[in-house]
């Protein structure tokens, strides 16, 4: 069985941190691509990052680029985002996914193959 489960959410006030982690199970992590997308109440779900299988593409949505760090770890099966100097803004259920193949598109939520049922994050001013 396929699965992958976020965890590390919380609530946190403005300049805080937090690391989220995505513990992957059921397929071969190493040959996947995983991004991390944010959804806020009322809000489309967003791209955040995305960290190919190796090291060569990494990616950031603007508004988190200085302050977020993806990482993974294959021997582990496991990625993680590092939000430092969290802002109100950054609030949402945060979600890992795994794609065989993004192409160029790592922020289309379409292009992923599995998907973690989400953590919260909750910022607070």
């Known amino acids: 069985e396929v699965q992958l489960v976020e965890s590390g959410g919380g609530l946190v006030q403005s300049g805080e941190s937090l690391r989220l982690s995505c513990a992957a199970s059921g397929f071969t992590f190493d040959d996947y691509g995983i991004g991390w997308f944010r959804q806020a109440p009322g809000k489309e779900r967003e791209a955040v990052s995305y960290?190919?299988?190796?090291?060569?593409?990494?990616y950031y949505a603007e508004s988190v680029k200085g302050r977020f760090t993806i990482s993974r770890d294959n021997a582990k099966n496991t990625a993680y985002l590092q939000m430092n100097n969290l802002k109100p803004e950054d609030t949402a259920v945060y979600y890992c996914a795994a794609a065989f193949s993004t192409g160029n598109n790592w922020r289309y939520s379409s292009r992923y193959d599995y998907w973690g049922q989400g953590t919260q994050v909750t910022v607070s001013s």
């Open positions: 960290h190919s299988t190796s090291d060569e593409a990494i």
